[in-house]
Each structure stands twice: as structure tokens, then as C-alpha cells.
T-cell receptor, first 114, second 116 residues
Framework: EPEVTQTPSHQVTQMGQEVILRCVPI?????FYWYRQILGQKVEFLVS????????KSEIFDDQFSVERPDGSNFTLKIRSTKLEDSAMYFC????????????FGPGTRLTVL | AQKITQTQPGMFVQEKEAVTLDCTYD???????LFWYKQPSSGEMIFLIY??????QNATEGRYSLNFQKARKSANLVISASQLGDSAMYFC?????????????FGAGTRLFVKA
């Protein structure tokens, strides 16, 4: 069964450094998403992406964040100048088309900022 | 404003019994979708069930059913015949139809403990 994959599973970085979280969505999906879950808290929407541009973003998704689909398979989230409060689990998700109801989530990348 | 409310931070249920996890939502958009996800201790997010605002029937998926009461704006998840493997965090979520980007908003979650 096709699945969303994410690398790395765990990323440790120093405060102020840049990190890139990688995702490979399901191959025939068109919509891609990033979510964040701070430990013990709810899942928060960051951004959705379609047709090589951002469709929607939350107030969390400020200039510190950017997304890119550099090739036909990868979908990346870049966090510049990381802060302690960026420590969280980051989930990538993808869905098939406008009428597709289910977003398939990847296993997540746990980001720890020291 | 809180759009998804899950009032039960934790729930206990005896194995093989049914359990209802509560979810209420708030939207003025006539077109929306409601979801339930399961998050086991391993951390992944597992889709369980979907209910569209225009769906006439309550959604069912195996042991999961969604008790959709539109006028009350509630979308409770019913798990029948609970199993030990059902112990997990459960999130209710909503996607409003007027959002072109399919932004999905999650509730705070309910942690379910299934007792043997």
C-alpha cells in the first residue's frame, strides 16, 4: 500500500541553525501539507501546497518557514534560524484531489532544538 | 475561537465494550468535513473515519461509527467492541469547505485507555 515517508525520523539541531525536513508524498497525490505537534499538544496546521505554490498557511507559518517541491517526488519544509519552541513533531501529509477526503500522514520527524 | 472541542481529556473503557468519544465543532460554512484520527504511542496519525456535512447517513468503518448530529454540531466517535490495541490518543478534526487549501483544524484529543 502506498504511504507517505519522511526523513529523518529524528533531527537534533542547535538553536539558530537551519533545518530541512523531507517528505515523499504518495506518488499520484496533488495536495501536500505540513503539520506540527508540540509534545503533548494538538496537531496544528502549518501549510498546504498545490500546483507548486502555497494554497493556504496558518499564522504559525511565518517568514521563518518555507516549503518547496524541488523535484517530482520530494516535498520539503525548511525552518530557518531555529528556536527552542520549534521543537516538535512535524508531520507531512498528502491527498489525492479536490474531492479526496483523506489526508494520508507520514510517520513524522521529531525535531529537537537545543 | 475554538472550532473543535473535545471535552474528555481521558477515557477508560473495558475491553469488548463500546465507548463514545465526544467532539463538537463550530463553523458557519455549510460545507465542511469531519474526521477522526488515532495516534498510538508510536506517534503516527491514522485516519479512521470521515463525515461530510451533506452526507445523509452516519459514516461507518468497521468498528468505528460517527454519530453526526448536525443541528447540535456534534460528531462523536463510537468504537464498538473495544480492543486493547485501541488504547491511543484520538483526535477529532474539521476541514471547512470554503478553504481552498484544505486547512484541517484538530481538537485537543482524548486519550483512551482500554482495560483488560
Amino acid at each position: 500500500e502506498p504511504e507517505v515517508t519522511q526523513t529523518p525520523s529524528h533531527q537534533v539541531t542547535q538553536m539558530g541553525q537551519e533545518v530541512i525536513l523531507r517528505c515523499v508524498p504518495i506518488s499520484n497525490h496533488l495536495y501536500f501539507y505540513w503539520y506540527r505537534q508540540i509534545l503533548g499538544q494538538k496537531v496544528e496546521f502549518l501549510v498546504s501546497f498545490y500546483n507548486n505554490e502555497i494554497s493556504e498557511k496558518s499564522e504559525i507559518f511565518d517568514d521563518q518557514f518555507s516549503v518547496e517541491r524541488p523535484d517530482g517526488s520530494n516535498f520539503t519544509l525548511k525552518i530557518r534560524s531555529t528556536k527552542l519552541e520549534d521543537s516538535a513533531m512535524y508531520f507531512c501529509a498528502s491527498s489525492g484531489d479536490r474531492g479526496h477526503n483523506e489526508q494520508f500522514f507520514g510517520p513524522g520527524t521529531r525535531l529537537t532544538v537545543l | 475561537a475554538q472550532k473543535i472541542t473535545q471535552t474528555q481529556p481521558g477515557m477508560f473503557v473495558q475491553e469488548k465494550e463500546a465507548v463514545t468519544l465526544d467532539c463538537t465543532y463550530d463553523t458557519s460554512d455549510p460545507s465542511y468535513g469531519l474526521f477522526w484520527y488515532k495516534q498510538p504511542s508510536s506517534g503516527e496519525m491514522i485516519f479512521l473515519i470521515y463525515q461530510g456535512s451533506y452526507d445523509q447517513q452516519n459514516a461507518t468503518e468497521g468498528r468505528y461509527s460517527l454519530n453526526f448530529q448536525k443541528a447540535r454540531k456534534s460528531a462523536n466517535l463510537v468504537i464498538s467492541a473495544s480492543q486493547l490495541g485501541d488504547s491511543a490518543m484520538y483526535f477529532c478534526a474539521m476541514r471547512e469547505g470554503n478553504t481552498g487549501g484544505f486547512k484541517t483544524i484538530f481538537g485537543a484529543g482524548t486519550r483512551l485507555f482500554v482495560k483488560a
